[in-house]
Antibody, heavy 124, light 109 residues
């Protein structure tokens, strides 16, 4: 059974870069599927950040694209998120998740399962 | 940018049927997905491709689609179903795209 676990600093200073890693167990990333990052500000709804295929192809939310980089390390069976120039508005619980759809056509993607999430606070 | 609209809250008594709607212009052309999120927990997929139920999800959860609205129906609501529910879909054009609705708080009275 596939499991995902986010890790990284819980506190990031404004203007710096947020970096998180998602370790995957129970499934080899190199075998396929897309893998995604989603965030949720405290008390608010979900926002898709971006997704990456095992080959390294990426898709990003247009509203965050200029600040986001998602990468994959198949040797460590993990994928990572970098979000630059953070502000207080980037304070959120960050989730990683598997997209089991196998395709990239709009409307064909969903997330299952999700990691437990990690709270990242942006503050000086 | 594309938006999916959900009612902020829905309330039902135990044993009744809860219906949570999600509206969006592209829904006639795109699949919808539904997630359940309980306080302090990660979202859990309960419906995919409009009406398919993942293994392990109770049969009382079902999904349907009609025009620009999709509906998550929970029949015989139980206290444990109290949670936030989010729909997810995509704009009608292009490649990989993910948009979430604002979420609906289901209260079991």
């Amino acid at each position: 059974q596939v499991q995902l676990q986010e890790s990284g600093p819980g506190l990031v200073k404004p203007s710096e870069t947020l970096s998180l890693t998602c370790a995957v167990s129970g499934y080899s990333i190199s075998s396929g599927y897309y893998w995604g990052w989603i965030r949720q500000p405290p008390g608010k709804g979900l926002e898709w950040i971006g997704s990456i295929y095992h080959s390294g192809s990426t898709y990003y939310n247009p509203s965050l694209k200029s600040r986001v980089t998602i990468s994959v390390d198949t040797s460590k069976n993990q994928f990572s998120l970098k979000l630059s120039s953070v502000t207080a508005a980037d304070t959120a619980v960050y989730y990683c998740a598997r997209d089991p759809s196998g395709g990239a056509a709009a409307g064909s993607n969903w997330f299952d399962p999700w990691g437990q999430g990690t709270l990242v606070t942006v503050s000086s | 940018s594309y938006e999916l609209t959900q009612p902020p809250s829905v309330s039902v008594s135990p044993g009744q049927t809860a219906r949570i709607t999600c509206s969006g212009d592209a829904l006639p052309k795109q699949y919808a997905y539904w997630y359940q999120q309980k306080p302090g927990q990660a979202p859990v997929l309960v419906i995919y491709k409009d009406s398919e139920r993942p293994s392990g999800i109770p049969e009382r959860f079902s999904g349907s689609s009609s025009g620009t609205t999709v509906t998550l129906t929970i029949s015989g609501v139980q206290a444990e179903d109290e949670a936030d529910y989010y729909c997810q879909s995509a704009d009608s054009s292009g490649t990989y795209d993910v948009v979430f609705g604002g979420g609906t708080k289901l209260t079991v009275l």
